[in-house]
């Protein structure tokens, strides 16, 4: 929309000429009509809809107060009046009504600096919020608590922009001026607006939100595409806001690589010969006809900037269309057919001269006609996450350098490997399977043998087999894979080809390359990593493959729950918490239907799923965690188990009430119909259990051994064990045992509640010696008996609330500072005899959560992940899980390193706190340095920028290092995670005291030096 037609637009507007569609239409608050002179009195209802009277849906300031009151704002945008909120103490609120899903709403709106929600419910336990995180730049909707869709739009954010958002199940979706930017692929729950609305914060008056608001209306319907577009207009030419939802240039329009404008979309690039020099993505015209055989295809690409993270580049391989030019049925244009072959690469992922070479192999049994493409396309992660606050930088370039083919000499085709697990525990036999594809007419005897490397060891031969290689075409013959993340398409020729390994005895991180030989040459291989630990969290890698919380997989068929699992062991993840919630997570974890209302959460649990979930990933070698408490019972299962042991409840020193949240008494009342409707609040209540009897600890250890017999998890994680705390602590209030007295005191409770930790790890463990326990509890408290115990034996730290990275107000917010954070309490939590695990901290950008694994792992805190999946995730957590051995042995820090080291590079790196040693065997000696290309800033999300921010590549690092007389260096290895199956091994050269290291790579992110040496006496 041109200027020139806004204001035409604007100027019939301010004669009253428009107005939005009125049909549905259950409220419109435009800042015009809000009274008061300074400070708003009352806002009123424009909409004209008898099921929302004006005496209910009239926005006043909450209480009466007028502190709560926000200002009027004349002239804000477009000489159109806003109201501002403070982002303090400015909320707004209406009478009581209710509005279900679905509805549809609309807000012009400026966000300030201070983070909150525009809109909320004002029963906090029907969530309905709508609000922005962040330093303005992720704008997000929620509807119950289902994963929302979000938004990042920069050029919205610095001024007045439109949003639109669509509460309504899985067709939920999110648009910023005019433009659907984000789609909720499992949809809000069932919540809608209940008991009226708020406005500037949320129903409790939390997360006040800085902002000048124009204009908001909400329908309580789904509107039309007619109709929503006629409310775009309305509100982008009344307030000036161009309406960007037009359709992208045509590809012969494309602006070149050295300009910007590129919109999202794949470039299809026909490729007439052998290559293609230049230095923009142009469109070529001409088919290639490629006969039976094995190809290689190369792309160069030089995307910008370089730092940016959030985009894939696609290298696709396209077959015919049969369709091509019919319609279906209702005169429809087929879709296009997916790609036969594709390899995906982040933007981000480009050499030290800022070249991305991406290579896609492939391999045809017939004479068929292809067409090549590059194009580039928003990650899978952006689109799919769930994080509101993890959103893509803006890809402002693409040039395509060169993109080349060629016919490869062999007539043999390998796929993806895969092991048939990611984490062995010791003694397991792995299982490899490769897809073959034979081009040659004829059949022939080939070898295949598989050599085996041990974290940094010599590899050596440890299996060989003979197959018979045919081209076939089988429609029953096994899916063919390439790449991590499979094409939405099933290829399906050639055989598979199994080979099974010796049982592996020792711990650490393995390598598998598989090779297959045409008369003892090699003419194909692949590879694959694993790992051999008796703890799941001793490596801790964790995450999902599909970018979000898989705990809503009772909605997918059985199989979908294997593919899931499949997809987590391919993508390295080693360990995940699928939220499985029973009907109460303190003593239900057994159910005893086959469908239930999970106790703290509010999906429905299906006891098919559960199992087969448990099934699938002990099968591929991940360990499931379930959910538990320890000191509460939840929801209607678990107040009906208090209700029978009134002595085992904690009761409100002052109602004499159960001790607990959100009315804990009515859930008693709900009756099985209205369970399984799932109409109940995003949050059941629970009841606060005295942890101080021994009878608690016992009733949740029976219900755990009952639940690892039903579905064979591999251990529990409690999101609160068996607290116990003197009343004055309790976060719920003040609480009493049922004769009155005080749960614990001072003195004694530290104790009480390490023992009760003990005592149920006991009790678990003597019927499942392999148990795995977690506890969601902070390392720092001042707890000397209990933090060790739970410790003890393994025992796993999930530190979720260590997130004070992304809060300036901690002291640790610096990165360097965060890091010294971590390094002390993961030496402290080993020290114990436990594992520290950190999941991802909120309102970061996707180069902050990079740093976040990098420095946490670099500290010696040994883990990674946090729901999310992009290629370079899958290379990071295949570097942790190959070098495993390495990377989370016990480690001894060298103290003050810059004593003996001295390291030169092209740019400062950060090395002096990330300096260990290892002796893994006697007589040898292992150095660790880590090598951080530091990020821009040195402080997470500090600064309020969209695009993701990482410098350019160290080069030339040579290290200095003083050795004393016993050390003698054999050896040194390079090992970095862009290139997570290479050992490098670096150049060493003798000094007067010790020896120079020459790095033979740059330091693009983070790089792990080993310098191995043999020690005398």
């Known amino acids: 929309m041109t200027i020139a037609v806004l204001a035409v637009l604007v100027s019939s507007l301010s004669a009253g000429a428009a107005k939005p569609p009125s049909t549905n239409l259950a409220l419109w ?3 015009g009509q809000a009274n008061g002179d300074d400070k708003v009195t009352d806002w009123p209802n424009l909409a004209k809809d008898d099921a929302f009277p004006a005496n209910l849906t009239t926005l006043r300031p909450s209480g009466g107060r007028t502190e709560c009151a926000p200002k009027k704002v004349s002239d804000a945008v477009n000489g159109q009046p806003a109201v501002r909120f403070d982002g303090v103490k400015n909320l707004l609120t209406t009478g009581h009504f209710n509005l279900p899903q679905p509805f549809e709403v609309f807000a012009v709106v400026k966000f300030g600096a201070k983070e909150g929600y525009l809109l909320g419910s004002a029963n906090t336990g029907k969530i309905c919020e709508m609000g922005a995180f962040s330093g303005k730049r992720n704008i997000f909707m929620s509807c119950g608590r289902a994963q929302s869709p979000q938004a990042s739009k920069s050029a919205f954010l610095d001024g007045f922009g439109l949003l639109d958002g669509l509460a309504d199940g899985s067709n939920s979706f999110y648009a910023v001026n005019g433009v659907v930017v984000a789609r909720d692929p499992v949809g809000p729950g069932p919540n809608g607006i209940e008991r009226g609305v708020t406005v500037g914060a949320a129903g409790n008056g939390m997360w006040a939100c800085e902002m000048d608001l124009a ?3 909400v329908y309580r319907t789904a509107l039309s595409a007619d109709e929503r577009q006629a409310v775009v207009n309305y509100l982008s030419a009344k307030y000036g806001i161009e309406d960007e939802s037009v359709p992208p240039p045509a590809a012969k329009d494309w602006v070149p690589a050295t300009g910007a404008g590129f919109k999202a979309g794949t470039m299809r690039i026909d490729v007439p010969g052998g290559s293609r020099e230049g230095n923009l993505l142009e469109e070529f015209k001409t088919p290639l006809q490629l006969e039976p055989g094995v190809y290689r295809v190369t792309a160069t690409v030089l995307p910008q900037p370089l730092q940016n993270m959030g985009y894939e580049i696609v290298l696709a391989i396209h077959g015919p269309d049969p369709r091509k030019g019919k319609t279906d049925a209702k005169g429809r244009p087929f879709p296009p057919p997916p790609p036969l072959f594709e390899k995906r690469a982040r933007a981000f992922q480009h050499d030290a001269n800022g070249q991305l070479p991406i290579t896609v192999e492939f391999a045809l049994i017939q004479p068929t006609e292809v067409q090549i493409s590059v194009g580039w396309q928003e990650g899978e992660y952006f689109r799919n996450s769930p994080d509101a606050h993890a959103q893509p930088a803006s890809l402002e370039k693409l040039a395509l350098k060169s993109l080349s083919y060629e016919k490869l000499p062999q007539a043999a085709w390998l ?40 974290d940094i060891g010599e590899s050596k031969i440890v299996a060989t087999t003979e197959v018979e290689a045919a081209r076939l075409l089988n429609p029953r013959a096994v899916p063919l894979v390439l ?12 055989q598979m080809v199994n080979v099974t390994l010796p049982a592996l005895t020792e711990e650490g991180g393995y390598r598998f390359d598989l090779e297959l030989l045409d008369g003892g040459k090699v003419i194909a291989a692949r590879d694959r990593a694993a790992a051999v630990s008796k703890s799941y969290n001793r490596i801790g890698i964790y995450g999902s493959p599909r970018g979000g919380y898989l705990a ?38 057994a159910p005893k239907t086959d469908v239930w209302l ?17 099934e699938a990933m002990k099968r591929c070698g991940v360990g499931a965690f379930a959910y538990a408490k320890g000191y509460v019972a939840d929801g209607r299962d678990g107040f009906r188990w208090a209700q029978q042991h009134p002595e085992l409840v904690l009761y409100h020193a002052e109602t004499g009430r159960p001790l607990g949240s959100y009315d804990v008494e009515k859930f008693a009342h709900y009756d099985s119909d209205y369970i399984k409707k799932a109409n109940q609040p995003y949050y059941w209540g629970y009841v606060c259990l005295n942890t101080g009897r021994p009878e608690v600890v016992d009733t949740s250890a029976r219900s755990t051994i009952e639940s690892l017999k039903m579905f064979g998890w591999a251990g529990i994680r409690f999101d609160g064990d068996f607290t116990l705390f003197p009343s004055g602590r309790m976060i719920e209030g003040p609480g009493l045992t049922l004769d009155g007295k005080e749960p614990a005191t001072e003195k004694d409770y530290d104790y009480t509640w390490a023992s009760n930790i003990q005592r149920y790890r006991k009790k678990v463990k003597a019927e499942f010696p392999d148990f795995e326990m977690g506890c969601n509890t902070l390392s720092m408290l001042d707890l000397p008996a209990t933090l060790p115990a739970i410790a003890q034996d393994g025992g796993m730290f999930m530190n979720e609330t ?4 992304t809060v300036t107000t901690h002291e640790y917010n610096p990165w360097k500072k965060y890091a010294e954070f971590i390094a002390h309490e993961s030496r402290k939590v080993r020290a114990w005899g436990g594992f520290l695990q950190i999941i991802r901290g909120p309102g970061m950008r996707p180069d902050d959560y990079l740093y976040e694994s990098v420095y ?11 729901f999310f999946n992009t290629d370079f995730t899958i290379r990071m957590s295949r570097f942790v899980t190959r070098f495993s051995g390495i990377l989370c042995a016990d480690q001894y820090p060298v103290p003050n390193p810059s004593n003996r080291m001295t390291v030169t590079s092209s740019a400062p790196l950060e090395w002096e706190n990330y300096v260990t040693f290892l002796e893994p065997s006697p007589g040898r000696r292992d150095y660790l340095m880590h090598f951080i290309n530091p990020p821009v800033p040195d402080r997470a999300n500090s600064i309020d920028d969209t695009r993701c921010l990482v410098r350019e590549a160290v080069k030339s690092v040579v290290i200095d290092m003083d050795l004393d007389g016993s050390e003698t260096p054999t050896a040194a290895w390079l090992l970095d995670p862009w290139n997570p199956d290479d050992m490098k091994p670096v150049k060493l050269t003798p000094r007067a005291r010790g020896v120079r290291l020459e790095l033979p790579d740059a330091v693009r992110i983070w790089s792990v030096v080993v310098l191995q040496c043999s020690v005398k006496g």
């Open 415 to 454: 796929g993806e490997l895969k092991a048939d697990k990611v984490v062995y525990k010791p003694g397991m036999a792995p299982v490899l399977s490769v897809p073959l594809v034979w081009t040659a007419a004829e059949s022939k005897k080939l070898t295949v043998r598989v050599r085996q490397s041990k």
């Open 802 to 805: 260590i997130k004070g990275h």
């Open 29 to 31: 608050y435009a800042a």
């Open 215 to 217: 204009e908001l209306l």
């Open 598 to 614: 999970g106790g703290a959460g509010y999906w429905m649990g299906r006891m098919d799923r559960f199992k087969r979930a448990g």
């Open 483 to 494: 790449g991590v993340r499979p094409p939405p398409f099933e290829q399906r020729i050639g």
């Open 856 to 866: 946490i792992f670099a500290a010696q805190a040994k883990t990674f992940g946090g």
């Open 552 to 589: 809503m997989f009772q909605h997918i068929p059985l199989a979908g729950i294997d593919q899931n699992a499949e997809a987590a062991r391919d993508c390295y993840i080693s360990w995940m918490e699928y939220i499985f919630w029973a009907p109460d997570d303190f003593q239900g974890l």
